[in-house]
């Protein structure tokens, strides 16, 4: 079974652009997890999608959104880049969501880039 | 507040030694924990998970972690070393009620000495 693809891999962009990533998870998986890795930060929870709707958000602020489609593929949206966005986000998929969390499984991330 | 402790920052063993990675963690329900490995430039690979029963378990390469509520924690072991492990390793907790948000601890990067 093919692991959780995200694309593009690497991306660079300046600040004030926006920038769409996406990750299309585990087959049959249909909860999709969005976090960012930072050297100062961590690794820190953005939000999760679950037959497309998000189900629960970290502290971001709303430059960063996401989405997840009818096939359970999700992307997520930064606008208006800032310098402190340049991070790995790293998706992952859970078979289902509820109350409980379940186990995720990590994509290869993405490496943005702002300049 | 949940959160995840990993005091050791950096840690260098021999390869052949054996290896401990602590983590101590904080929640307000019944914890479910996990280790995931990270390669450089790479996503995170999960090495084993605790939800409930058995608090020793076993995982892939070798790892085992154990699970003390009494003192909070969920210690990594691996009895012997190899210098493919060197890595960054990853403790993270949800739980009961808590969704599929993961709260990770710092990281324990290891280095392995040949």
């Known amino acids: 079974k093919a692991g959780v693809t995200q694309t593009p891999r690497y991306l660079i962009k300046t600040r004030g652009q926006q920038v769409t990533l996406s990750c299309s998870p585990i087959?049959?998986?249909?909860?999709v997890s969005w976090y960012q890795q930072t050297p100062g930060q961590g690794l820190q929870f953005l939000f999760e999608?679950?037959?497309?709707?998000?189900?629960n958000k970290g502290n971001f602020p709303g430059r960063f959104s996401g989405r997840q489609f009818s096939n359970s593929r999700s992307e997520m949206n930064v606008s208006t880049l800032e310098l402190g966005d340049s991070a790995l986000y790293l998706c992952?998929?859970?078979?289902?969501?509820?109350?409980?969390?379940?186990?995720?499984?990590f994509g290869p991330g993405t490496r943005l880039t702002v300049l | 507040a949940q959160s995840v402790t990993q005091p050791d920052i950096h840690i260098t063993v021999s390869e052949g030694a054996s290896l401990e990675l602590r983590c101590n963690y904080s929640?307000?329900?019944?914890?479910?924990l996990f280790w995931y490995v990270q390669s450089p430039g790479q996503g995170l690979q999960l090495l084993l998970k605790?939800?409930?029963?058995?608090?020793l378990v076993q995982g892939i390469k070798g790892f085992e972690a154990e699970f003390k509520r009494s003192q909070s924690s969920f210690n990594l072991r691996k009895p012997s070393v190899h210098w493919s492990d060197a890595a960054e390793y990853f403790c993270a907790v949800g739980g009961r009620g808590g969704g599929n948000k993961l709260t990770f601890g710092t990281g324990t990067q290891l280095k392995v000495e040949l």
């Open positions: 605790y939800f409930s029963g058995d608090t």
């Open positions: 929640y307000g329900a019944t914890p479910y």
């Open positions: 992952a998929s859970s078979l289902q969501a509820g109350g409980d969390t379940d186990t995720q499984y």
């Open positions: 087959s049959g998986h249909r909860s």
């Open positions: 999608y679950f037959s497309e709707t998000q189900r």
